[in-house]
């Protein structure tokens, strides 16, 4: 087996001993492959060994292994600071968006996506630590950002997603992560409709199934540390 591979298995396994120690159920939770720095051929690896969705950071570092992968069936995910620039190539190669913060982009990527493919599946990301120099919409204007979003044609508005201040500490893991539930299940009670906690990382997802995630996106535990 080769490391990815076997990395991966114990990434799955680690997946269903949280999901089965806070009784919830494994097809609630999605693994994605994060794949940022690594080469196509690391990707083909994971593929071979079962894995499905994977998330890149950058678009131009995407679309190139895109071109190199596309005999596979992959469904993309893009997980990285948005640009205006970069809103078309998203908008027509990917499935998913979890990093949206503002809603010129968001509208961008509603004009830009294109007619004859599903629409385009979105997180809000929020700034759930209230980091200063974190991306993300803070937590008191998520709604108004989630209703203006909810209304745009080619979008399908489906979570959140968070990346909380860092820590070794499990109950201060799931505190950030049980804030993001928090807010999920708020918006719901308004109106919304959104089944996705897009949220645990290498690091921190145990906590993070244990709070309710829905998507894991986790790179370092299955592709090795990035250089
Ligand atoms: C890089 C990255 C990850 C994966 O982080 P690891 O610690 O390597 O698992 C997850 N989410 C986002 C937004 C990232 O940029």
Redesign the pocket.
């Given at each position: 087996m080769t490391t990815i591979a076997s990395n991966l298995q114990a990434v799955r396994t680690e997946i269903k001993r949280s999901v089965s120690q806070s009784g919830r159920r494994l097809d609630d939770v999605q693994l994605l492959a994060?794949s940022?720095t690594f080469v196509a051929n690391a990707l083909r690896e994971a593929y071979q060994a079962g894995q499905r969705d994977f998330?890149e950071?950058y678009v131009q570092e995407a679309l190139d292994k895109m071109a190199a992968l596309q005999d596979l069936a992959i469904t993309w995910h893009f997980?990285?600071p948005i640009q205006s620039n970069k809103t078309r190539a998203i908008a027509e190669n990917f499935a998913w968006v979890?990093?949206v913060d503002r809603l010129k982009i968001a509208e961008r990527l509603s004009e830009q996506r294109p007619a004859n493919m599903p629409p385009l599946q979105i997180c809000l990301q929020v700034n759930i630590s209230n980091e200063k120099s974190k991306s993300g919409v803070a937590s008191n204007e998520v709604e108004e950002l989630a209703y203006a979003i909810a209304k745009l044609p080619n979008l399908k508005l489906c979570g959140l997603?968070a990346?909380p201040a860092p820590s070794d500490d499990v109950a201060t893991q799931r505190t950030g992560f049980a804030r993001l539930r928090q807010l999920r299940d708020k918006l719901n009670l308004h109106g919304l409709q959104l089944d996705t906690l897009s949220m645990g990382?290498?690091?921190d997802f145990s906590a993070a199934i244990a709070e309710g995630a829905t998507m894991v996106?986790?790179?370092?535990?299955?592709?090795g540390n990035?250089t």
């Amino acid at each position: 087996m080769t490391t990815i591979a076997s990395n991966l298995q114990a990434v799955r396994t680690e997946i269903k001993r949280s999901v089965s120690q806070s009784g919830r159920r494994l097809d609630d939770v999605q693994l994605l492959a994060v794949s940022k720095t690594f080469v196509a051929n690391a990707l083909r690896e994971a593929y071979q060994a079962g894995q499905r969705d994977f998330a890149e950071n950058y678009v131009q570092e995407a679309l190139d292994k895109m071109a190199a992968l596309q005999d596979l069936a992959i469904t993309w995910h893009f997980i990285g600071p948005i640009q205006s620039n970069k809103t078309r190539a998203i908008a027509e190669n990917f499935a998913w968006v979890h990093s949206v913060d503002r809603l010129k982009i968001a509208e961008r990527l509603s004009e830009q996506r294109p007619a004859n493919m599903p629409p385009l599946q979105i997180c809000l990301q929020v700034n759930i630590s209230n980091e200063k120099s974190k991306s993300g919409v803070a937590s008191n204007e998520v709604e108004e950002l989630a209703y203006a979003i909810a209304k745009l044609p080619n979008l399908k508005l489906c979570g959140l997603m968070a990346i909380p201040a860092p820590s070794d500490d499990v109950a201060t893991q799931r505190t950030g992560f049980a804030r993001l539930r928090q807010l999920r299940d708020k918006l719901n009670l308004h109106g919304l409709q959104l089944d996705t906690l897009s949220m645990g990382m290498s690091h921190d997802f145990s906590a993070a199934i244990a709070e309710g995630a829905t998507m894991v996106r986790i790179g370092t535990a299955i592709f090795g540390n990035r250089t």
